[in-house]
């Protein structure tokens, strides 16, 4: 099956990590797969939430938005809502989520690490995009707060990437664009880390129920695409990254 983009059924979209995007942020990428586009940014805050105050552990929470022009037709912004939507909260959370698992929060000590991430440009896999581009963007925060001293213990105990997986037409496909999420019989995100183990699998039947050796081939094609995208890491991050590795 030749796609709707030209690519064959186990290619992901073209995808960019650009570091350093923001110049005020402890750790920031701006990340690209396809044409999606979002800008993912780590701020350290020395201070934990209340249910952790004292306990010498630190932590890591989300915050997820889309520009109002980020999609087709015009999306009203959150903050005129008066609170986020359910999507915006659920994909916070998974952030969140995919996160804490890969850092040790006890090296972190009594901080906060603040992650956000704004689409700029919406063309499916927004949520999948954003952890991939909030990992790197978490490891340079972490790699500046060991430079300046702030940290004396590798904090990190691995990567986590994310991609979408589904089946289009009786297909499995791999990275799924906007059209083809919509088309979608079943949907599928995964996001493993580098050892090969899974942080979250949401997957649902969007028109038809799935079998056993459905799940088996999505989760075959997503080790593939989130194995791809760990290399994209690893690039950006270079040298580094074994510093940050905890032994």
């Known amino acids: 099956m030749i796609r709707g983009d030209g690519r064959q059924e186990n ?10 995007y923001i110049k005020h942020a402890e750790g920031s990428v701006f990340m690209t797969l396809g ?3 979002v ?46 939507s359910g999507r915006t909260m ?4 998974l952030i969140g989520r995919c996160l804490r698992p890969v850092v040790d929060l ?10 956000d991430c ?6 499916g896999g927004t949520r999948t995009a954003s952890i991939t581009g909030s990992c790197v963007a978490l490891a340079l925060a972490l790699h500046k707060l060991m430079e300046a ?9 691995g990567m986590v990437s994310a991609i979408s997986v589904g089946i289009v037409d009786g297909t499995a ?31 649902t039947a969007e028109v038809t129920p799935f079998n056993r050796d459905q799940i088996f081939t999505l989760l075959d094609l997503a080790d593939h695409g989130t194995g791809l995208m760990l290399e994209h890491q690893r690039k950006v991050l270079g040298g580094f990254l074994g510093k940050l590795m905890k032994r």
């Not at 659920?90 to 959370?93: F, Y």
Request: charged content about 25%; hydrophobic content about 35%.
């Open 11 to 20: 290619w992901i979209r073209p995808v960019e990590m650009m570091p350093g």
């Open 35 to 37: 044409d999606t586009k």
């Open 39 to 84: 800008v993912c940014t780590a701020s350290v805050e020395d201070r934990v939430p209340p249910f952790l105050k004292d306990s010498g552990q630190g932590w890591i929470t989300s915050e997820y938005g889309m520009l109002p022009r980020s999609t087709d037709v015009r999306t009203q912004r959150d903050s005129l809502k008066g609170r986020p």
């Open 90 to 93: 659920e994909i916070q959370r």
């Open 106 to 115: 006890h090296a972190l000590g009594e901080r906060t690490i603040w992650i």
């Open 118 to 123: 704004d689409v700029i440009q919406a063309d």
């Open 149 to 157: 001293g702030q940290i004396t213990v590798p904090p990190l105990l």
């Open 173 to 203: 496909l791999l990275d799924l664009t906007y059209v083809e999420d919509s088309a979608a019989e079943v949907d599928m995100n995964v996001a493993r880390t580098d050892g090969g183990k899974y942080v979250e699998i949401q997957g």
